[in-house]
């Protein structure tokens, strides 16, 4: 069986076609899904706005109607659900990966999960908290709300590297603080995708028909919304179905 992954895909519900993250006009890689796996696809609906410096505005999701997932075939359809769950709110958590060890560097990775579509969040070493730091935060501006501690938080101590889109990693020099620091992170001001999780199972008889014996087939990825029984397609997009191991 293969790893789990969740195809995150941004749809435009005018222009029928996906986005890789909020805010860019940089279509989603092709999804593919493996036989054998429950595949779960994440999608939030969007819209271009037209408006420079803020391209993409959320659509939300119309509570009464019915959205259907499904993969397949001109002539078959291999798998489909209409089930949705709405995946938990955004958080921010603070994992220490080198821990404090006399003259090196302690170092924590701060890391928002799932993915905000804004907001702020703030870090506190037990004596005071930052100012809030935006969730679009660059490494510099994350060592400057923690150096607005100050105490123990100087240039000479702090340091900060962005190593995802919501993800950061701050090193602490272990014999400039003495001993080693707990930072504690607040999300209470984070703001989450209305967005809807929906899950594929690639087990299905469908699937092995559809595969064949091959390696890999190309298929159809159809995203559709059933509302007062007006159905219409947001998304038709080539995926990848491939024979597991």
């Known amino acids: 069986m293969a790893l789990i992954t969740t195809n995150r895909l941004f749809v435009d519900v005018e222009q029928n076609r996906a986005y890789s993250q909020f805010g860019s006009f940089s279509i989603a890689a092709q999804p593919f899904f493996i036989e054998g796996d ?36 001109t002539t ?19 994992t220490n990966v080198v ?7 302690q170092v924590d990775r701060v890391v928002i999960s ?14 005071g908290t930052t100012k809030p730091i935006s969730v679009t935060a660059s490494a510099l501006d994350i060592r400057d709300a923690l150096l607005g501690l100050g105490g123990f938080f100087q240039t000479t101590s ?19 603080f003495g001993s080693s620091v707990t930072l504690t992170p607040s999300g209470t ?11 594929l199972d690639m087990t299905t008889a469908g ?27 947001f998304l038709y997009t080539p995926c990848t179905v491939i024979n597991d191991l």
């Open 76 to 94: 078959a359809v291999a798998t489909s659900t209409t089930t949705t769950t709405t995946p938990s709110a955004p958080a921010v958590t603070v």
């Open 207 to 233: 699937v092995t028909t559809l595969l064949n014996g091959a390696a890999q087939v190309e298929a159809t990825l159809e995203f559709s919304v059933d509302t007062s029984g007006e159905v219409q397609t």
């Open 189 to 199: 001001g984070l703001l989450a995708f209305d967005s809807r999780l929906m899950k």
């Open 38 to 73: 429950q595949c779960p696809v994440e999608l939030s609906l969007v819209r271009q706005t037209g408006v420079q410096g803020s391209p993409f505005e959320q659509v939300p999701f119309d509570p009464t109607s019915t959205f259907s997932l499904k993969i397949g075939t």
């Open 158 to 176: 702090v340091s900060v590297r962005q190593v995802a889109q919501f993800a950061w990693e701050i090193s602490l020099l272990c014999n400039f």
């Open 99 to 105: 821990p404090f060890a006399g003259n090196s560097w």
């Open 114 to 127: 799932p993915d905000p579509i804004g907001g702020f969040f703030t870090l506190s070493d037990g004596t």
